[in-house]
């Protein structure tokens, strides 16, 4: 069982930079493929990015493809979401999630994950 815990949420200006950041405890997260999901107040959980469980192949969504980037670093059991050119609508609640899918649409699909962190607030504002 992995537990992942995500970090580097903050409160930034329109066109600003974050970098998130998940750990994970127990296994290893190269075991795994890792997606990264958000959800803003009153809305559904929905897909960000995700990588395969060797991190060589990537998807995106429409909304963020080309400003965020996704990166697993298995020396620190760590993966990453690289979000540039923040926008208003970025604004959510990001989640860190692992499961066992490797298929696109299972990697896009909140009910393909097994495991969950707590979830780190990112707000862009002026």
């Known amino acids: 069982q992995v537990q992942p815990v995500e970090s580097g949420g903050g409160l930034v200006q329109p066109g600003e930079s974050l970098t998130l950041s998940c750990e994970a405890s127990?296994?290893?997260?190269?075991?795994?493929?890792v997606g990264w999901f958000r959800q803003a107040p009153g809305g559904l959980r929905e897909f960000v990015a995700a990588?395969?469980?060797?991190?060589?192949?990537?998807y995106y969504s429409d909304s963020v493809r080309g400003r965020f980037t996704i990166f697993k670093e298995d020396s620190n059991n760590t993966v990453y979401l690289q979000m540039n050119s923040l926008q208003p609508e970025d604004t959510a609640i990001y989640y860190c999630?692992?499961?066992?899918?490797?298929?696109?649409?299972?990697?896009?699909?909140?009910?393909?994950?097994?495991?969950w962190g707590q979830g780190t607030q990112v707000t862009v504002t002026a």
């Open positions: 999630a692992a499961g066992s899918g490797y298929l696109p649409n299972d990697l896009q699909d909140v009910a393909r994950y097994d495991y």
């Open positions: 127990g296994r290893t997260l190269r075991n795994y493929a």
């Open positions: 990588a395969v469980r060797s991190g060589f192949v990537t």
